[in-house]
């Protein structure tokens, strides 16, 4: 019998990570991450999880910490945020070249400088290629039911790859929100014991890290990006049995009341819980628009993108982070490399905002989903147009 | 990495590019890194062994008749053997071809 609380949802992650039955939990505190392992620490001092808990002086160390407790072939689970997930940046490589299944919680926030420790999306978008299973979240119970899924997904044997959790900070790390937790039983049935195939075992020694030539480094990289795309069925998989299990279905993009639209608003994140309530108030009005959010970042899910957009002729794309110099935001242009090659395409519209904690509002979303409508009709001479800035 | 003989695909490695022969990296070879190559005078040698303590490789060794011999399997042609050597033993030349 499952049990419904009214929970802060950085605990509640924390409380996901007790129920997996994590064996080390490596982290450093930053803010707005720093309750998930708060907590975490206080489970393992009061001995209600039995884990090992190591305080590290780094985010760096944090992820090297990991490395090895993945490699022993332990549980492993950190979380950070936002410059803390920059300075792991070089470990992050390694984790999933070495195909180590370390579960992650990023609570998104801003990069300096100026100084913000508020949410959006330029931390993931920096650590886009390293090559870990990337997975957005919207509310808290998402969280929790994905921290518990990534662990069965890393775990796979078919998978064998980090698992980052995305959730937006303080807009999700700081909410106090009803969340279901299901029953131990339930989640150590759902996620069986970890059975790393090679772990560091002194009575059969193997090498992990070792350095590749010329001569071989290319089929290294092309191996794990097989992998990688591979994972996706595995995925789907483990998703599809949660939503048999727990009752709670999640798939790489989905579809609020999409049927029949012309127009499609984009989102990632906890903004798409505000734009479903644009969506309900634009279509109260007899407006012809629907949303499509995307859970599924890495792999990224080429196929159902196409078909969510294949009746639609346009598509109105909010990014959460800036790439500078570039095409427009990161999901935007990554929507548009997806749909280039299809004859049949909509007009893709990108917009930026909600940058450093900035809200979008109801009626911002109207105002976007209007302007976006207005670009695909007269065009524009821009990548992208920045939303909500003072001119 | 260490076997350079075999030249496997992508689906011939093991997950995460672990190496599951421990030692094994004694089968590369490091020789074919070598631009020179050590050449001995063997008359002029006093066999103090100075080449063998001051080799980076590890990879001389004494023959037969007790002269000190580098092993062109691992040797990388460094030199440092030809500078280190009191006697003037050895002289560092270029490969051929």
Known sequence: MATRVGIEVSIAISEAVKLANADVVAAYPITPQTHIVEHLAELVANGELNAEF??????????????GSAAAGARTFTATAGQGLELMHEVLYVASSMRLPIVMAVANRALSAPISIWGDHSD??????????????????????????????????????????????????????????????????????????????????????????????????????????????????????????????????????????????????????????????????????????LRLWRPFPFNEIRQAVRNAEVVIVLDRALSFGGPGGPVCSEIRAALYQQEKKPKVIGFVGGLGGRDISVAGFEEIVKRGIEISETGSSQEFEIFGVRE | MAKQEAAPTWKDLEIGFIVTEPGNASQYRTGDWRSQKPTYEFKKCIKCGACYICCPEGCIKQNAEGYFEADMYYCKGCGICAKECPAGVITMVEEAG
């Open chain 1, 54 to 67: 190591v305080p590290v002086e780094s985010e760096h160390s944090a992820m090297s910490a990991c490395l």
């Open chain 1, 124 to 293: 993931v978008m920096a650590v886009r290629d390293t090559g870990w299973i990337q997975i957005f979240t919207e509310n808290g119970q998402e969280v929790v039911d994905n921290v518990l899924c990534a662990f069965r997904i890393a775990e796979d044997r078919r998978v064998l790859l980090p698992v980052m959790i995305h959730l937006d900070g303080f807009h999700l790390t700081h909410m106090i929100e009803p969340i279901t937790f299901p029953e131990q039983e339930e989640v150590d049935r759902f996620i069986p014991p970890n059975d790393y195939p090679l772990p560091l075992d002194p009575s059969k020694p193997v090498a992990m890290g070792g350095f590749g030539p010329p001569s071989i480094y290319t089929e290294t990289k092309w191996a794990q990006e097989i992998n990688l795309r591979a994972a996706k069925d595995v995925v789907l998989e483990v998703w599809n049995e949660f939503g048999n299990t727990f009752g709670r279905n999640y798939s790489p993009v989905e579809n609020y009341r999409c049927d029949g639209c012309r127009v499609l608003l984009l989102t990632m994140g906890s903004f798409s819980e505000t734009a479903m309530v644009a969506v309900d108030k634009m279509k109260n009005e007899g407006k012809d628009v629907g949303l499509l959010k």
